[in-house]
């Protein structure tokens, strides 16, 4: 914690230096800064971490974007979706879209192959492209799809009829 203190004094001198509140590790084995502001929280990401420890980067959020239906026909989740992704990123510019993954939801290897439709997931970094996104919709080969917003966190594995 006091080398990262140290590299943030470094790096910001002409305004007051955020201060470190607590640190947490996480599960996914990263680390976690608290700070007492978000304007604090958006100075430290212009930070060139390298400096403290090498390798540290900056984890940006993910923000996800579901959609319902999509025929297997439109998007097969056997094929390549790299090449899926940049045709939606191209078909919704509009939106300024960028796609950092496109998966579906289940996992691959557990979907029915015999199924008609999936439901998709796209991720993003940019926050105004995803609420872009959940507003108008989502253009695939031009056909306009609803979507929601990804909550993995609400998604319940528990029976509603034997709980």
Known sequence: MERCQEAIKAAITNKPTPIIRGVQKLPSKDIRFRYDMEEEAQQLRQIDWTKAYTGLTIRKPKYGIVIHGIPSEEIDPS?????????????????????????????????????????????????????????????????????????PQYQITQCYKCQ
Request: with cysteine; net charge positive.
């Open 79 to 151: 094929d390549n979706m790299e090449y899926q992704a940049k045709e939606i990123e191209h078909q919704n510019e509009d939106k300024q879209l960028k796609i950092i993954n496109l998966r579906t939801i289940k996992q691959t290897d557990k979907l029915n192959p015999a199924a008609r439709h999936n439901s998709f997931i796209i991720q993003t970094h940019d926050t105004e492209a995803a609420d872009k996104c959940l507003k108008k919709g989502v253009y695939i080969n031009y056909r306009l799809y609803p979507t929601e917003k990804h909550t």
